[in-house]
């Protein structure tokens, strides 16, 4: 069984800084991308951020400029480092994985607060 864990959330200033991780577990192979989500209360799901197999990005234009995915894969451990944080950037942000082009996977998601 897939399991992704993320930490890393937490309340932080206005121009503060955040690095989330996301954990895989189980048997996961054939990984083709690995992306960031998050949902702001009353919101629909937004991607933030991803990266493919081959190591290239996207983000959201909200979040160029100031986050950054990265990976580690040797361990197929998810990271997304955000600094300049906005009161705009509150959600719960959880981690995908999606493999063989077909099956698709979630974290539970961690909760960043920006707020004074």
């Known amino acids: 069984q897939v399991q992704l864990v993320e930490s890393g959330g937490g309340l932080v200033q206005p121009g503060g800084s955040l690095r989330l991780s996301c954990a895989t577990s189980?048997?996961?192979?054939?990984?083709?991308?690995m992306a960031w989500y998050r949902q702001a209360s009353g919101k629909e799901r937004e991607l933030v951020a991803l990266?493919?197999?081959?190591?290239?990005?996207t983000y959201a234009d909200s979040a160029k400029g100031r986050f950054t995915i990265s990976r580690d894969t040797t361990k197929n451990t998810l990271f997304l480092q955000m600094n300049s944080l906005k009161p705009e950037d509150t959600a719960v942000y959880s981690c995908?994985?999606?493999?063989?082009?077909?099956?698709?996977?979630w974290g539970q998601g961690t909760q960043v607060t920006v707020s004074s």
């Open positions: 990266i493919r197999i081959g190591g290239s990005t």
């Open positions: 189980g048997s996961i192979s054939s990984i083709n991308a």
């Open positions: 995908y994985v999606q493999v063989l082009m077909k099956f698709h996977y």
